[in-house]
Every structure is written in C-alpha cells, then in structure tokens.
C-alpha cells in the first residue's frame, strides 16, 4: 500500500509548533493559574481547544472580564470570524480598526450580540467594548449562543426579581449550572460584574453541557476528534473517538473550517463508524492555521462539539490507488480510491480479484460518490484470516492504474445481548400476483436490554412448488431482498433452476444494529416472474438460529420461524 499524502497532526494550541492529537492536554500552562483553582480545569481546557492565546504569559483571572473579551471568546468557540464585514460599523463605538471589531460584527451577525437597547440594525447604536460584563449579561449571551431553554429544574434565585429583563436568563443559567449561586446557592448576583476566571468558567459549563438535574456535575464527554489528516488541499479524513449518528455526519453543515478565512465544506461522508472524509469548496493555504469545528450526535443519539486547530501542509498527489479498505461485513468491502474512478470499468466486477478463491459478485460505486467501491463477495470471509485485495482500474481521467491491498478480516466483537426472533403477518398478503414485487416474510428482530446486537446476514429458506415456464427460476421467483429502516439491503438472486428447496443468504450493505430494549423489523420481498402458469406456493422460513450471523450471546425464538404460505396465481 502506497503513502498517500503527508498526514496532518490536530494542534492542542495556537502556537507554531504541532502537538500530535493523542496528548490530552497541552504542555503549555499559564503562570497564574494555580493547581487546584476552581477555574484551573476550565482554563486548560479551552487552552487545550485553542480558545485562548497560550503565547501569553499570564491568564489574569482575577481581572475584571470586558464584553470585547467575552464577544472574542463566544467566537471562537464557534469558529471563529466567517462572515464578510459590513460597509458601515454595526455599533458606534465598535471602530474599524479595533482588534475586536470583526468579533463584534460577527456575533451580531450570529444574534449573540445586540446592542443597548436591542438597537442593532440602527443608529445610533452602541455596545460597549471595554465595559466589565454583568453576570447576567453574561448568562443572555451565553444562552443566545448555546441555545439553550428553561427546564425549572432548579429553584430560582432569591435576589432575582420576577419579571426584570434578566429573570428568564439567571433561571436557564442555574438550569444548566452556567450560575450555580453563592450565599447557600440562593443568590446569583445579576448585576455583579465577573473577572475572567468566572468567565471562562461559565462558558467552559455550557460547552461541556452541565445540567442540574446531575446535581450540576460535568456531563460525560461522549466524543471528542482524535485526529485530523490532510488528504489534499480540499479534503480532510476526520477520526473520532466515539462511534457516529450516520445522517448527522453526513450533514456538510456541521462543520465549520475556518480561522484564516472560512472554507465551506461542501460535503461530509462517513468512511467507517467513526470516521469522516470532508470535502472542501477551495484550497487550503500552507503554513497557515486553521480550526476545525463540528456539532454532531454519537450512534446512540448523543449530541456533542468538540473544536480542534490544525496546520495546513504541502500536499503531494500520489498516483491514483486504494485509500483505504474497509470490511462492512463477512461478505461484502468498501474500498476507498484517491482518485475519482471511470464509474463504468469501476462496476466490472472482473477488474478485481481477491485471495483464497473468494469470487467477487458485484462492484457498485457508492451512492453519490465516484471514489468508492462497494464489492459484494460469493462466499463469507473467514474470522482471523489473511486476503489480498488486487484491483486494475481507470481513473475518470481515463488513466489505469493497478493497486493491492492487504488485509485481515476480524468479526464482530461479542455482545452481551440476546437477540430474540419472532415473525408478524400484519403486512403480509398471502395471495400475490404474477409479475411483482411483494412483501413474504416480516421478522422482529428485539435486543435484550443488556447491550445493542449487531446482525451481519441471515439466511432464509425457500420452498417452492407449482408449474413454471421460460423464467429460467423454480416456480417463478425471481429474487429476494431484504429492507429495514435502519439499513438498506443488496438484492440477491437467490432460487437457482430446478430446485424446489434453497437455503439463500441475505445482505446488508451496512450491518443492522439492534438496539439494547428495542426492536427492528426486517421486511423479506420476493419478486415474481410473469411467465409463471397456474398457481405456485412458496413458504419461507429461518430454520435454525445460527442462520442468524450476530454478534449476538444468544439468539432465541420458535425455530423454525416460518412466513405465511404465499400463493401466486392469475
């Protein structure tokens, strides 16, 4: 396998020098933050983020917090600067030559800030750059960026009146313990200014996603980017640490490139579980910083942030071959090419070649991509064993290349869940027309509540009798398939000719993961030949539980689990 481009390390701060992603914290600390602080772990950790300047000496935490300061930060949390400045100042005293005027510009673009008076959009109209910012003016904007809502989970405060302008905010603040209360946790102190400390404080609760319903502990840290790599100038390969919700990586807009100039991701697609290629809408500059940011949802529907500083280097195009192969399952790849492909030679399914005898039944470009292959196999692949992947392909510059890969395929990791099947006969007509395409067999595949099952394949049996005639296919059935909500299915043909009794193996093009305490529902269609004559049954059953491929402790259900007898005639 070739060395594809130089691989680009996450920057834990802003200085030149690059720390590689896999160090938690960075070796730079301030002065005057003392172990053990009540703000130590808040401020390292937004340094670790790069959210503040560790070519500076000293934090000053006891400083007073200014609102530039607080506009600069909310900022950057978010990105950074991405929009084009106004031809006229928003604010009066927020001028043109000020470090923190396209801050200002930006946030109020965004609705973070306002104004006095709620006067953006006018004049005159001021914000006061260098003013101390009250605790609740921190609280309004801390909630306007976060988007966060009342949950009256915690009492309110005692010296907060009903009905100012700040009551709303001081309350989602101790919702969300942003402002947790001194005096006995009674009072929150609205109109108080705050020093630095209790800034980045407040801000690092509110990233970090703290509720009061935990009693105000810090939320668990469900994912976080482990590494970034440099593909080439428009595209970077992003890790997690944590698996990924599919439709929210995907989803272009929930990443932001920016901090010298914003770059537009012009596409987002998962590469494995957790794992993202993004595509960018121009060149990134060598030499210069950049911040990736991204909101997104684990596997299990949990949403997180995380923001990362990267360099942008020289990249070299290697000659087109595999970028990478990955195993969706025993029998089918996904291989992954640095160059877009010539979409007709890329479905010859004689263009590739694998070991051991393993026959190669179909190659398909994934949906919406011109640089990877889906290969369905002829046979499973074997647990611990060693295959090489050979391939002799075109690129969509109609230049050929030929590339290898080795691999060693390992199968799903056990589950301690129970996997339990059962069948439904709610959507299942038993007498079916000639000629379509019809739902045979509902299976309810349910997940004890221990820990998610993951369901690789799952062989149906097919037993066929009555007349048929030129469809070259027992009792007219042409082919099964499978659908599910969660996964698609790779139509099989799966009754040979002139035989009445098949064992046929099934296909997702991702494996079906099954929840812990929940259910999914596997739909079995068949479609039906025309030039069937008289009447055929077909009954279609799992015979055993090992036709169930899992990762399952257990599979249980009524063996076998058989359909309604399916009738086809004119």
């Known amino acids: 396998m070739k060395t594809l481009f130089s691989a680009l390390t996450v920057l834990a701060t802003v200085i030149t020098g690059t720390v590689p992603a896999s160090l938690a914290q960075a ?16 401020v390292n950790d937004f340094l670790d983020r790069g959210f503040l300047d560790s070519e500076q000496s000293a934090f000053r935490p006891n400083d007073d917090a200014l609102r530039s300061e607080m506009t600069k930060l909310i900022v950057d949390i978010n990105g950074g600067v991405l929009g084009d400045m106004p031809s006229r100042p928003s604010f ?19 609705g973070w800030v306002r104004g006095d008076g709620n006067c953006y959009g006018v004049h005159p109209c001021t914000a006061r750059p260098r ?12 909630i306007r960026v976060f988007e ?38 009674v009072r929150g102190r609205p109109l108080s200014p705050i020093n630095r400390a209790e800034m980045i404080v407040m801000l690092n609760r509110a990233y970090r996603g703290t509720e009061y319903d935990n009693g ?97 280097e020289e990249t070299v195009m290697a000659d087109a071959g595999i970028s990478a192969l990955i195993p969706l399952s025993s029998t089918q790849l996904r291989v992954d090419f640095t160059h877009n492909l010539h979409a007709r030679t890329a479905e010859e399914d004689a263009r590739y070649t694998l070991s051991r005898g393993v026959g190669i039944v179909s190659a398909r470009l994934r949906a919406g991509s011109t640089r990877s292959i889906l290969l369905t196999l002829d046979e499973p692949l074997q647990h611990g064993l060693s295959y090489v992947l050979t391939l002799d392909l075109v690129t969509s510059d109609d ?12 199968r799903l990791s056990a589950s301690g869940g129970i996997l339990t099947v059962s069948t439904t006969t709610s959507g299942i007509d038993p007498t079916i027309a000639p000629g379509t395409r019809r739902p045979v067999f509902d299976l309810r595949m349910t997940a004890s509540c221990d820990e998610d099952v993951v369901i690789e394949d799952l062989t149906i049996r097919h037993i066929g009798s009555g007349s048929h005639a030129g469809s070259g296919t027992f009792a007219g059935l042409l082919s099964l398939e499978m659908q599910t909500e969660d996964a698609g299915a790779h139509p099989r043909v799966t009754t040979p000719s002139n035989d009445n009794d098949v064992f046929v193996t099934l296909f997702f093009d991702r494996p079906l993961i099954v929840r812990a305490c929940q259910e999914e529902q596997v739909t079995v269609l068949a479609d039906f030949a025309t030039t069937g ?29 058989k359909s309604l007898e399916i009738q086809v005639s004119r």
């Open 27 to 42: 070796t730079v600390r301030f002065s005057d933050v003392p172990a053990g602080s009540f703000y130590e772990d808040a």
């Open 92 to 110: 009066d005293d927020v001028h043109t030559g000020a470090w923190y005027y396209e801050y200002f510009e930006e946030a109020a673009d965004r």
């Open 131 to 142: 003013n101390t910012i009250l605790r609740a003016e921190t609280a309004a904007m801390i």
């Open 148 to 185: 966060l809502t009342e949950t009256d989970a915690a009492p309110r405060f005692s010296d907060v009146p009903a009905g100012s302008w700040y009551d709303d905010y001081m309350q989602i603040a101790r919702d969300h313990c942003i402002i947790r209360g001194d005096t006995g946790n």
């Open 216 to 312: 105000c502990e810090d939320a668990e840290t469900v994912g976080n980017i482990s590494l970034i790599d440099q593909l080439s100038a428009r595209s970077l390969r992003v890790d997690f640490d944590t698996n990924l919700n599919m439709d929210s990586a995907e989803n272009a807009d929930n990443y932001v490139v920016s901090l010298s100039g914003q770059i537009a991701v012009i596409d987002a697609r998962l590469i494995d579980d957790n794992s993202v290629e993004l595509t960018l809408e121009s060149d990134l500059e060598e030499g210069r910083n950049y911040r990736l940011s991204t909101s997104l949802e684990t596997e299990n529907g949990l949403t997180f942030r995380d923001s990362r500083l990267f360099i942008a």
């Open 399 to 410: 230049d050929s290349f030929h590339d290898e890969e080795t691999f060693v395929f390992n």
């Open 533 to 561: 004559t008289g009447n055929t049954i077909h009954n279609f059953s799992v015979e055993t539980a090992g036709q169930i491929d899992s990762n399952a402790r257990q599979v249980r259900g009524t063996f076998p689990v």
